[in-house]
């Protein structure tokens, strides 16, 4: 089994450290390089094609939001962004900057590493307090208003339309069947289709789509 090729930016020692430290002792990842900052990173990745990024948000010379734009762009890896700060705005921007993960700082070390495997298997991730966050700041959000935000409504169906919206406002299953009165066996058909049709590999990712506009 190939290990995942990672790469940590992060401008505090302790942190970068640490994550190495977690990660060197596991034979299912290798740690090509550490960086202060989005630049440094970016170069290291230019010179050995890692899987995923761990990358800060903060940072000087070049933060973890430019510096993933950069690397989405030239498509450079899979980026998890790291960071303390529980800021909505922050959260949007990485994830419309291409990210594919977000995750608070104060993780345990098999969380991260199944974040990591989450990310480079190509699953969007993300703490479940952020996505909540999202969730309550989009929840008012009509079609037309997330159609214009990115997410490409064409080709649905009303019915698949609500669907989408409640899965983007937190329903469950059962919740989002006594909402529409339909059976649950139902939505969890059309869910499955929906992702299908997107690409996606699960509910969180349709929410995030939903919301930002961005897989």
Request: aromatic share 6%; proline share 1%; net charge negative.
């Amino acid at each position: 089994m190939d290990k995942i090729k990672v790469i940590i930016a992060d401008d505090s020692d302790f942190v970068r450290d640490g994550m190495k430290i977690i990660l060197d002792v596991d034979d299912s990842f290798e740690v090509l390089g550490c960086a202060s900052n989005g630049r440094e990173a970016i170069e290291i990745a230019e010179k050995m094609k890692p899987d995923v990024f761990l990358m800060d948000i903060q940072m000087p010379v070049m933060d973890g939001i430019e510096a993933t734009k950069y690397i989405v762009e030239h498509d450079l890896g899979k980026v998890l962004i790291l960071t303390t700060f529980d800021d909505d705005d922050l959260v949007k921007q990485a994830l419309s900057g291409g990210a594919k993960g977000y995750l608070i700082k104060n993780h345990t070390p098999d969380h991260l590493k199944q974040m990591i495997r989450s990310v480079y298997n190509g699953t969007g991730v993300m703490e479940e307090n952020l996505l909540e966050s999202l969730i309550n700041s989009g929840s008012q959000k009509s079609v037309s208003d997330s159609s214009g935000s990115g997410f490409d409504s064409t080709g649905y169906t009303d019915r698949e339309l609500d669907i989408v919206r409640a899965v983007a406002e937190g329903y469950s299953n059962k919740e989002i069947a006594a909402k529409l009165f339909i059976s649950e066996g139902t939505v969890k058909n059309y869910i499955t289709s929906i992702l299908a049709k997107e690409n996606l590999s699960h509910r969180t990712a349709l929410a995030v789509y939903y919301l930002t506009g961005k897989k």
